[in-house]
């Protein structure tokens, strides 16, 4: 069974940082696309950054670009979400996927099958 574990969420200022990761087993995120999507109280899971299966293209929500980055290690097995000045619309459980073999950094979330148990991203003002 693939499982993947975030960490890195906590509660901070607007205008701080915040580093997320998300780690499975040797081999789980190798060829294979990745993807971060958040989900807040009320409202809808929805796209927040995404990477192809060999790291060279990124696709991020428009809320969120310039800011956040997305990136990958796959000899440590592991996607990073590098968010930066974080507004308190970012608050949101945050959850990392893992998409399609050899697949494209896109946002569906169908092309997700398996997820995290999400981390919890709160921002004050």
């Known amino acids: 069974q693939v499982q993947l574990v975030e960490a890195g969420g906590g509660s901070v200022q607007a205008g701080d940082s915040l580093r997320l990761s998300c780690s499975a087993s040797?081999?789980?995120?190798?060829?294979?696309?990745l993807g971060w999507f958040r989900q807040a109280p009320g409202k809808e899971r929805e796209f927040v950054a995404s990477?192809?299966?060999?790291?060279?293209?990124?696709y991020y929500s428009d809320s969120v670009k310039g800011r956040f980055t997305i990136s990958r290690d796959d000899d440590k097995n592991t996607v990073v979400l590098q968010m930066n000045s974080l507004k308190p619309e970012d608050t949101s459980q945050y959850y990392c996927?893992?998409?399609?073999?050899?697949?494209?950094?896109?946002?569906?979330?169908?092309?997700?099958?398996?997820w995290g148990q999400g981390t919890q991203v709160t921002v004050v003002a």
């Open positions: 996927a893992r998409g399609v073999f050899l697949g494209a950094a896109i946002d569906t979330q169908g092309s997700y099958v398996y």
């Open positions: 040797e081999g789980t995120f190798r060829s294979y696309a």
């Open positions: 990477i192809s299966w060999h790291g060279v293209n990124t």
